[in-house]
């Protein structure tokens, strides 16, 4: 049976070295079953092996090493609390669903057999203060050098943010 989406996939093509998938349709489970549907079928069909989404990079790094098999959460739910609900609610029903939490487990779950493992990220510039503030909290754990370079890089994210 062919099913619509594999015309979608099909014009996606092998050849495509980044897909992006935009909305406008935040909230809405079908998009986000639709939405991981198209990526689950990236990786199986054409070896896709990152998942960037619009989401802040440090909670992304959560589901990223759980995905991998070497983050601490158990569940996938567990993984995805990573996107609390600091900034308003907004992270939490963009990402904390039932279609987010079963494209999480499927992914770790294909990762367990998987030659090469795919990785989730996350970009965000509404969430760029704490992830520059992570990166120099990490490069203050491993090189002086490199965190000052960095926060005076990322000062412009750091000044006009608040601590959490």
């Not at 809405?28 to 070896?47: C, H, N």
Request: glycine letters at 10%.
């Amino acid at each position: 049976t062919v099913h619509w989406m594999d015309a979608v996939i099909d014009a996606i093509g092998p050849e495509a070295e980044v897909v992006l998938l935009g909305d406008s349709t935040h909230g809405t489970q079908e998009y986000y079953s639709m939405r991981f549907e198209v990526a689950q079928s990236l990786v199986l069909l054409y070896g896709v092996t990152a998942i960037a989404v619009e989401g802040d990079c440090v909670a992304a790094g959560r589901v990223d090493r759980y995905v991998r098999g070497v983050g601490d959460d158990k569940t996938a739910e567990e993984a995805l609390r990573g996107f609390a609900c600091d900034d308003g609610g907004t992270t939490r029903w963009l990402w904390r669903n039932v279609p987010s939490e079963n494209f999480v487990a499927w992914l770790r779950e294909h990762n367990q057999t998987a030659d090469v493992k795919v990785g989730f990220f996350g970009l965000d510039l509404f969430a760029a203060d704490r992830s520059a503030r992570a990166v120099v909290e990490y490069l203050g754990c491993v090189d002086h050098a490199a965190a000052r370079r960095a926060e005076g890089s990322y000062a412009c994210f750091l000044a006009s943010a608040s601590p959490d």
